[in-house]
């Protein structure tokens, strides 16, 4: 199904294609804002927010517990809130805001039945009505970002296929040992750009050598069995390099509060500008983020407790 789904087509060929497009929407925000010039961002730093954000993003779905969102939510809203950045400026929309946008988004797509007012409950009692406002107001925005391309598939399935005919020629039970690490390797894999550059099926074979190779089992011949001709097998092998070294390369994450506060400072004058106001002045106590794109800053609730979220 994925081979002939709209988000095959979607994909990049290279790391330099990503960082091109996303230069691209860095410039064209530029240029069609010249007066918040002041407050602009480098494509360098808007992707160090985003990312923040991602981590974010998979820490709020986890807040959910009774029940836990599908594992799918977390894939597809990760999806969402990457592709909404190769349209649309960080500097125009906040990530946070987008990250609620997404993550509630992808719970219609993959059936999660909850409702704005059940959702906007893992947020701070003051954010909710502003969160759901947002929300509510921007999901037009988002499927247009999408290119209204809404199914996404992800590695959890192939994992899984996998991880059953493996078991046919090692056991169940020594296949079974094998997908704790292999999910988490997943994990990792959303949060860089792999999903954009690599199709689901071979994501998941890739976290399925990683497995194998952490506890010390061999599927050389079940990799040989999925690929006989030797040309095949040795792209294979290939393309399952190439991912691991990318999560080698890109997993790792570090923003100090100052530079997050710093960024979210550019975006809080940005909007101010675009909203017609001169004048920018730092709130000192206050996150500067907090009046950005609608202005969801903040806290998770949770069983009434109040979690502040953490910079990575």
């Known amino acids: 199904m994925f081979h002939c789904s709209k988000q095959r087509s979607m994909m990049f060929n290279s790391e330099r294609d ?4 996303r230069a691209a929407v860095n410039e064209r925000f530029k240029e069609e804002n010249p007066a918040c010039s002041e407050y602009f961002m480098t494509p360098e730093e808007e992707r160090l927010l985003c990312q923040k954000f991602e981590r974010e993003l998979l820490r709020f779905c986890k807040v959910f517990e009774s029940p836990p969102l599908f594992r799918s939510v977390h894939c597809t809203a990760m999806h969402y809130f990457k592709w909404f ?3 649309r400026s960080a500097m125009e929309f906040y990530p946070q805001n987008v ?3 997404c993550v509630y988004f992808a719970c ?4 999660f039945n909850i409702g704005i007012t059940q959702f906007v409950r893992m947020l701070d009692e003051a954010l909710q009505h502003s969160a759901s406002t947002f929300i509510l107001g921007n999901e037009f925005l988002l499927m247009e970002a999408l290119d209204y391309s809404l199914t996404v598939y992800n590695s959890l399935r192939p994992l899984d296929g996998f991880l059953i005919e493996l078991g046919g020629q090692i056991g169940e039970e020594a296949a079974g040992k094998l997908k704790k690490n292999a999910q988490s390797f997943l994990n990792d894999a959303i949060l860089t750009d792999a999903t954009l550059l690599h199709p689901p099926s071979q994501i998941a074979l890739a976290a399925l050598v990683y497995s194998a190779e952490s506890n010390k089992v061999n599927i050389s011949s079940y990799l040989t069995n999925l690929a006989p001709d030797k040309t095949i097998h040795s792209k294979l092998l290939k393309s399952i390099s190439s991912i691991r070294q990318h999560l080698q390369l890109n997993y790792k994450f570090q923003i100090t509060s100052s530079k997050l506060k710093e960024l979210e400072g550019k975006c809080a004058a940005i909007s101010r500008c675009l909203s017609g ?3 920018y002045e730092s709130s000192g106590d206050e996150d500067a983020g907090a009046e950005s ?3 969801i800053i903040g806290r998770v609730s949770k069983r009434r407790k109040t979690v502040e979220m953490e910079v990575s």
Do not use: A, H
């Not at 990503?18 to 497009?21: A, F, G, P, S, T």
């Not at 219609?108 to 059936?111: D, G, L, R, S």
């Open 18 to 21: 990503i960082q091109e497009k």
């Open 85 to 87: 950045y190769l349209k």
């Open 99 to 101: 990250m609620l946008l």
């Open 108 to 111: 219609k797509v993959e059936e």
């Open 277 to 279: 106001e001169t004048e």
């Open 293 to 295: 794109g609608g202005g």
